[in-house]
């Protein structure tokens, strides 16, 4: 009440205190139940193998009883939002090719729901997990592959995404995603991001999850509060000029997909502070891959969020006992309030991304040889106001910030341009804000 008076006489004065946290995000971190996702990856696991090119016939065993599972899922969370979701299949042929480990002809086949935004319908933010799963020999499509947590704990996640945030509505549309034909090459998310460019999506970033539900690593390390949230440094997709103006004005670390990377250990920091963010300063872990990658490589935003300790004997397994060594991704090995945590991580990122308005486009900087920083940049719809942020070139974080209002230029007095990166976001009506903006002009005087 008394914040809801000062909001009343001092609005600026609200928009700071309301931007602090929201009641709203809470709610939904509690409503994420480690139960329904437990019973989901055991409904998956239990598909025996869901191998990309495993059966497809058959309603109880292999890929395809599993995505019509995944679709009915989807359809019924929609039924009970009153139609909110758009569910479809959004799928791609490939043909028989070994040396890219096709084993046969087949379908890769994503399941996609879609939840519409109410002001900005073509902006998405998306949230997926796998489908498919492989056992030692990633062309043995028969083998038992039961794929628990990898990656039946992403992909359960993602449908519980769907259930806990589709009882509200947001500015920005949401994409719940499973996606297929990951183990075989990352064809599905290829696949959708192809899609994605075909339809001219505005993405505002995709959260890949895979393997959000191991505790013990192979390190015999056990943690279930520490998870890794992994990032490109800049796009693939940038020109000969950026990566030249990159070397004299800075930025090799502060990629669109960096801060996204930024953006989630932050509101982690702000809403779950049982838990430890690891920001990792790469693609994906050492030579290996993940659904991401195929968004970075199109230019979009991406990043893997994924558990801090793996357990090498229970991913890509045959099951089987070895030297007192039970191999196998199976049901056991999940931890599901863990998974849930992960699941909290991504709920609560979409709610906030698809809350805040659109960033800025261009942010221009300039301040050579003076002594304060100056800013500049395009206003954006819906956009109450604009954070500038500011750290030391060494810090991983955005550690300073400062609230300006509805402007479009700043200067930070006594700020020396040379001893930090400097960023721009914008704020909502609620608070909420985009993702932090490098600068990607140049000012001059
Ligand atoms: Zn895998």
């Known amino acids: 009440m008394k914040n809801l008076l000062k909001c009343a006489f001092i609005s600026f004065f609200c928009l700071n205190l309301s931007a602090q946290t929201d009641q709203k995000i809470y709610d939904i971190i509690d409503a994420i139940s480690a139960d329904r996702i437990k019973s989901d990856v055991q409904t998956l696991a239990d598909f025996g193998t869901r191998h990309t090119f495993s059966d497809t016939i058959s309603q109880t065993r292999g890929i395809g009883a599993a995505r019509r599972w995944i679709k009915k899922e989807f359809e019924t969370i929609s039924k009970n939002c009153n139609n909110c979701l758009i569910v479809f299949y959004q799928k791609d042929f490939v043909t028989k090719d070994p040396k890219k480990r096709v084993p046969h002809d087949g379908w890769i086949v994503n399941v996609v729901a879609i939840q519409k935004g109410t002001k900005y319908p073509n902006r998405y933010i998306i949230m997926s997990g796998d489908i498919d799963t492989r056992a030692s020999d990633v062309m043995d499509f028969t083998i038992d592959a039961p794929g628990a947590n990898d990656n039946g704990s992403g992909m359960a996640g993602a449908i519980e995404a769907a259930r806990v945030l589709s009882k509200y509505k947001f500015e920005s549309s949401i994409i719940y995603v499973g996606l297929s034909g990951e183990e075989q090459g990352l064809f599905g998310g290829a696949g959708l991001a192809a899609y994605a460019k075909e339809k001219g999506w505005d993405v505002i970033g995709v959260f890949n999850n895979d393997m959000i539900g191991n505790i013990e690593g192979v390190d015999g390390v056990i943690d279930n509060r520490a998870f890794r949230i992994f990032s490109e440094p800049v796009p693939p997709t940038e020109t000969d000029k950026e990566r030249e103006?990159?070397?004299?004005?800075?930025?090799?670390?502060?990629?669109?997909?960096?801060?996204?990377?930024?953006?989630?250990?932050?509101?982690?920091?702000?809403?779950?502070?049982?838990?430890?963010?690891?920001?990792?300063?790469?693609?994906?872990?050492?030579?290996?891959?993940g659904h991401h990658r195929p968004f970075n490589d199109l230019g979009f935003a991406g990043i893997r969020i994924m558990e801090a300790h793996e357990n090498y004997t229970q991913q890509h397994q045959d099951i089987r006992l070895?030297?007192?060594?039970?191999?196998?991704?199976?049901?056991?090995?999940?931890?599901?309030?863990?998974?849930?945590?992960?699941?909290?991580?991504?709920?609560?990122?979409?709610?906030?991304?698809?809350?805040?308005?659109?960033?800025p486009k261009t942010v221009s900087i300039g301040g050579i040889v003076e002594a304060s920083a100056k800013l500049k940049w395009d206003k954006a719809e819906g956009a109450k106001g604009y954070k500038i942020y500011w750290r030391d070139t060494t810090s991983p974080t955005w550690d300073h910030s400062r609230y300006v209002g509805d402007?479009?230029?700043?200067?930070?007095?006594?700020?020396?341009?040379?001893?930090?990166?400097?960023?721009?976001?914008?704020?909502g009506k609620d608070g909420y804000e985009s993702v932090v903006v490098f600068p990607n002009s140049i000012l001059r005087n």
């Open 245 to 289: 103006m990159r070397r004299f004005y800075g930025g090799e670390v502060d990629g669109i997909s960096r801060q996204l990377a930024r953006y989630v250990h932050k509101t982690t920091q702000t809403y779950m502070p049982e838990m430890n963010p690891m920001m990792v300063y790469r693609l994906d872990r050492f030579g290996r891959g």
């Open 407 to 427: 402007i479009n230029e700043f200067t930070l007095n006594g700020i020396v341009i040379d001893n930090s990166y400097f960023g721009v976001a914008s704020v």
């Open 322 to 359: 070895e030297n007192g060594i039970k191999y196998g991704d199976t049901f056991e090995h999940v931890n599901f309030p863990y998974a849930a945590k992960l699941t909290a991580v991504n709920a609560i990122n979409m709610a906030s991304l698809a809350s805040s308005p659109p960033p």
